[in-house]
Each structure stands twice: as structure tokens, then as C-alpha cells.
């Protein structure tokens, strides 16, 4: 059970308007998750919002404000043997609005309920081999992903919190194409993919993936995100989805190396793309670049690092630069920065510079920062690290 307020206070600039995000006053929420008799698996989220808006927007944007309570029921009989997996699962997703006034559809309750049937299916098998003077483990660990969700005509409704997922792997293998509640895509569709480790036999480290993923539309979604990520538009009728390939090693002592290539069969060349490379040779030493290219959206290099320039580094067995004759208990000073070079503008668009004090107990930062306000398109949507 949970409840709590959002309030937001927007600082308007004067020469552009800012759009404020909707106020939830309240949300209360219940989730619940359960194994039932056969092995069934019973889940439910339920919440019941206000959605309101500061009076100069909701009067200046005629934007739609009231009351929403939606409910997420799934029923789900995960079945595992040795190397494989199933899981059918049967979801429904209803909501009921109130508005506070007549939206411009014309209805001001609507209630709505759209069920979803999927099946996951996947093999884990794992082999002995031995590559770069190692013993591994080597995984191929293939993944299918069936989504049945029927047409509901959605665009009368208000849409408070939804917005098309980023491209990634975990968004590739969910049944519904938009976050939030309010917008559920239609679906008959067929996700697949693969995924291959390398793994030390005596740490469990890995120290190679490798993984490959598609989507394919079995009929045209009408409901689909469209280029802005909004949920109303023309229907999303490209038959095979942009291919995902993502990779990690850290196969050279101290370097790991990370790439995602976002490849669309449609123009035959890549769309998007990341590649980054980090160095920590101990504890508290790291250093690492990442470039990315949104094509015909952005170009830009990023670097990071932290770095001891004095004291005992923790955990290390070394000392940077400690006077002589110190003794006792002493922290460290450390580097720390980020700096962000748009590639295409020819031009930092945000930076950050700093040292920072670690007593062991206590921590202490001093950072400057500098931000741009008129970019075209931030390192944070073409981020895919957490998919790699």
C-alpha cells in the first residue's frame, strides 16, 4: 500500500513557456503479488490519481485535468525445466476516468478494459570451452516472445502519463509499446532474440556478451508510438522492427568495452549508435569515454572519470601522494568530472568539474557545472546502456 502527493513548481521562462507536468493529489496505490495453488502467479496494481494542473496552464493549454483509477491484473503459469522455460500469462488493463470538464471528444466518463495473452519461451544451455587462455563457461541462451492484444479505439480518452518506450532490450521483450497506463498498444507480434556469454569458470565473471534482438509485426498496430512518442497517430505497419545489437567485454585486464547499434532493415544502415570504453585499473580509479550517434538527431562524446590526486585510497594497498611521516586514519581527494562534447554543434553542451574529499565517514564535494538550455537533443535518450 502507498499513497503520497507530487506537487511541482515551475520556474516559466519569459521568452518560452514551459509545460508543467501533471500534479498527482493524491495517488493511492495498492500492489500485490502471490503464488497461488498449481503453481499459478497472481499479480495486481491498482491506483486510484488526481490529475491536476497549476491554474495558468490548465486555463492557458485547455489541457484535460480529473480523476483516473486503473487496474492491472496478470495470471501467469511460469514452466521450467533443465536448459528451457514457458511463461503464458494472461493480463488485463482497465481504467475509469472522470474529467473535470467535457474533453474535446465530447465524453467527460469513459471506462475502457484491454486484455493482453503472451508466451515466453527461451533455452539457457551452457558448454565448457576455453578461449584466451581461460577456462569459461559459454551460454546461447535464445528467446521468443508471442504478444496477442487486441484493437480498443483509444484517442477519445485523456493521456496523463503514457509515452513510447525507448528502443531497447528490455522494451523489445514487454507486451505493451507505451509507459505509463494510459495507452495500450495493440499487438500480434513475435519478439526474438539471442544472447551469448562468456563466463570465468572460477570468479563468475563475465567476460564477453553478445546479443542479438528483432521484433516482428505479425498485422499493422494502430496504436503505436509515433516519432515524438506520442500515441495518436498513422499506423505503425513496418513489418520488421530495427535490429538491436549490443555487446560487452572486459576481456583485457582492467578495460571494459560496451557497443549498441540500433540497425534498420528499411534504409539499410544504422540509425543509432553507441560505443564506450572504460579503464579502472583498482578501486576509486576509473576513467571512460562513450560516443554516440542518433543519426540526423545528435553526435556526441562524452568522458568521465574519478581519480585519487592525494591520500589513502581505500581498498587499494596504495597511497597518492601522502606526505611523509603521516600517520593515522586519512581519507582521500579524488577527481571526479564529465564533460559532454556535441560532435555536430561543435561545442560542450553540459560539463561537470570537481574534487572530492573521502574520509571513510564522511564525504565532501565541491563540483562546478555547465549546462546548455538550447539543445536540440540530449545524451539521455540515446542512452542504452542499461540495455547492454
Known amino acids: 500500500l502507498y499513497a503520497r502527493a507530487l506537487k511541482w513548481q515551475v520556474l516559466q521562462d519569459p521568452d518560452s513557456f514551459v509545460t508543467a507536468p501533471y500534479e498527482r493529489s493524491?495517488?493511492?496505490g495498492l500492489a500485490l503479488r502471490t503464488r497461488a495453488a498449481g503453481g499459478l502467479e497472481l499479480a495486481l496494481e491498482s491506483e486510484f490519481n488526481r490529475f491536476t494542473l497549476p491554474d495558468d496552464q490548465a486555463r492557458a493549454l485547455s489541457r484535460p485535468t480529473g480523476d483516473r483509477w486503473h487496474a492491472i491484473g496478470s495470471v501467469a503459469r511460469p514452466l521450467r525445466g533443465a536448459g528451457w522455460f514457458a511463461v503464458p500469462r494472461l493480463s488485463v488493463n482497465a481504467a475509469a476516468y472522470r474529467n473535470t470538464e467535457r474533453l474535446a471528444s465530447g465524453i467527460v466518463d469513459a471506462q475502457r478494459a484491454i486484455p493482453t495473452f503472451s508466451l515466453d519461451l527461451g533455452l539457457e544451455l551452457e558448454r565448457n570451452a576455453r578461449f584466451f587462455g581461460r577456462e569459461l563457461r559459454q551460454t546461447l541462451e535464445p528467446r521468443l516472445l508471442f504478444v496477442h492484444t487486441p484493437y480498443r479505439l483509444q484517442s477519445p480518452l485523456p493521456n496523463y502519463d503514457s509515452a513510447g518506450k525507448d528502443?531497447?532490450?528490455?522494451?523489445?521483450?514487454?507486451?505493451?509499446?507505451?509507459?505509463?497506463?494510459d495507452r495500450v498498444s495493440d499487438a500480434r507480434q513475435l519478439t526474438a532474440g539471442f544472447t551469448t556469454r562468456l563466463v570465468d569458470t572460477t570468479s563468475g565473471a563475465e567476460a564477453l556478451r553478445l546479443g542479438l534482438v528483432q521484433r516482428v509485426l505479425l498485422r499493422p498496430q494502430r496504436v503505436a508510438p509515433q516519432a515524438d512518442g506520442s500515441p495518436d497517430g498513422p499506423p505503425l505497419e513496418q513489418r520488421f522492427s530495427d535490429a538491436l545489437l549490443v555487446g560487452s567485454t572486459s576481456v583485457l585486464p582492467g578495460w571494459t568495452l560496451d557497443a549498441a547499434v540500433q540497425y534498420s532493415p528499411d534504409i539499410q544502415r544504422s540509425v543509432r549508435s553507441i560505443l564506450g570504453?572504460?579503464?579502472?585499473?583498482?578501486?576509486?580509479?576509473?576513467?571512460?569515454?562513450?560516443?554516440?550517434?542518433?543519426?540526423?538527431?545528435?553526435?556526441?562524446?562524452?568522458?568521465?572519470?574519478?581519480?585519487?590526486?592525494?591520500?589513502?585510497?581505500?581498498?587499494?594497498?596504495?597511497?597518492?601522494?601522502?606526505?611523509?611521516?603521516?600517520g593515522g586514519c586519512r581519507g582521500a581527494w579524488y577527481s571526479v568530472g564529465r564533460i559532454n562534447y556535441s560532435l555536430q554543434e561543435r561545442r560542450l553542451t553540459d560539463s561537470i568539474l570537481g574534487l572530492e574529499y573521502d574520509a571513510g565517514c564522511w564525504i565532501a564535494r565541491v563540483v562546478a557545472e555547465q549546462l546548455s538550455t538550447c539543445l536540440l537533443y540530449t545524451s539521455d535518450a540515446a542512452d542504452e546502456e542499461d540495455s547492454v
Open 26 to 28: 493524491p495517488q493511492l
Open 167 to 181: 528502443f531497447n532490450t528490455v522494451s523489445l521483450f514487454t507486451d505493451n509499446a507505451f509507459s505509463g497506463v
Open 277 to 326: 570504453v572504460r579503464y579502472s585499473p583498482g578501486p576509486f580509479r576509473t576513467v571512460g569515454a562513450t560516443y554516440r550517434l542518433a543519426r540526423g538527431l545528435s553526435e556526441q562524446l562524452e568522458a568521465g572519470w574519478q581519480w585519487p590526486v592525494w591520500g589513502n585510497v581505500p581498498g587499494s594497498g596504495q597511497t597518492a601522494k601522502a606526505p611523509a611521516g603521516d
